[in-house]
DNA sequence: GACGGTAGATTGACACTGTCAAATGACGTT
DNA sequence: AACGTCATTTGACAGTGTCAATCTACCGTC
């Protein structure tokens, strides 16, 4: 055998090539992001990248994947440091917003422009989209095993998550142009959730779990 | 002056390329809308568009401003049907939903793909846009006048359309895949919202307006 | 130490895109 | 009948992603 490349190099070569692509996305858009202008910023040739990645949808692929991944890590890291249920839940709300706010870029491309990303994705984009998505359920696992809410959790975290991802996505669709910040848009739907739940508390039965068939 | 071509030809002209442009979209997704496509199925040559658009981009803005033009008219709709404010506010959150979960391409071409779109949109897109907010406002604002709620309007209401949009959007991108379909976590978070109102309205504190200073 | 094979990088080429300029066509007016 | 003008078409260009063929430089082998 001769010469092969070494773990690290390609390593190394993907995740600079990536760095590139998504400060190129933040830069100018998806537009900006081209084969050619990666390389020559990378000081390769146009498909060099083909040695790495099997599409330019691979590249970008590979970018959502290190999103999703520092947002699970964000999310962890509120789950570790809060005990309480309710608190938690909040915690694990305002992590995900404050990755949403302070990268919006990432938070873009990990939900935008669905078409341009390979319609089979990777199974390690798909294992850290799960991984994003574990800390909420366990949050309201805990919460509905403590009593504070009641229902589904599947159903309950795809609320919550509705909820958190409707906020940062409208956001930075900037659709939102009231004079409140994004903070304290985010900050009154965290307190809102935490309401829902106090009060939700209080009653006995389940906010959902059967579609009601109240008519006007 | 010869002759110039009619307003009932030029609107014609523009419905029609729209009916197209917005098949093809949801046919093939944005790859499949171009220009030579579009002019093709159209019987007309490549470039004729342009007398009729500015750019692709403007094309494309034209179909989102009928779709919020349709997604206002449904909202609307709904608000005549109902005058009780709690009802009025579910009806809209359900047509809201309703038209995204019934023409879902509609709904991720007005709200997806923005760099695609001119940086400037239309004053007929921006209008459009305010139009499809005003029942949104309206029922949030007959609702805390009714006591259902407190705080600011504004705010309530960016709260419920990213709660709507949350929904929706996650949605559009396949990212719940639970057992629940689309209409039924649709009428969950309508249960859920009217569930916040119903309880908020038992207590005196404003659920926002102040972020809270809630430390662990 | 020279050589040959091969992994890796490069260049060339192709089909395709959006868009502009120039050429073509057809119609109302004089 | 000829003109002028608007609508349309054709030609062209820069730029894209991607494949095939070519080139380059290194390794193990003699």
Known sequence: MSRVLSEQAVADFRTKLCRVAARRFAEFGYAGVTLRALSDELGCSRTTPYRYFRDKA???????????????????????????????????????????????????????????????????????????????????QAAVEAGLIHGSPTTLTHLLWAALHGVASLHLAEKLTSGRTFEELSEAMVTLIARQMQSASNERPSPNERSPDKES
Chains 1, 2 share one sequence.
């Open 58 to 140: 691979d590249i970008l692929g590979a970018v959502r994947t290190q999103g999703f991944r520092r947002l699970a890590e964000a999310e962890e890291a509120a789950v570790r440091a809060e005990p309480d249920p309710l608190l938690r839940l909040q915690a694990v709300g305002r992590a995900y917003l404050r990755f949403a706010g302070e990268e919006p870029d990432n938070y873009r491309l990990m939900f935008e422009v669905p078409e341009k990303f390979s319609p089979a994705p990777t199974a390690e984009l798909r294992a850290e989209v799960q991984r994003s998505q574990r800390p909420l359920i366990e949050s309201v």
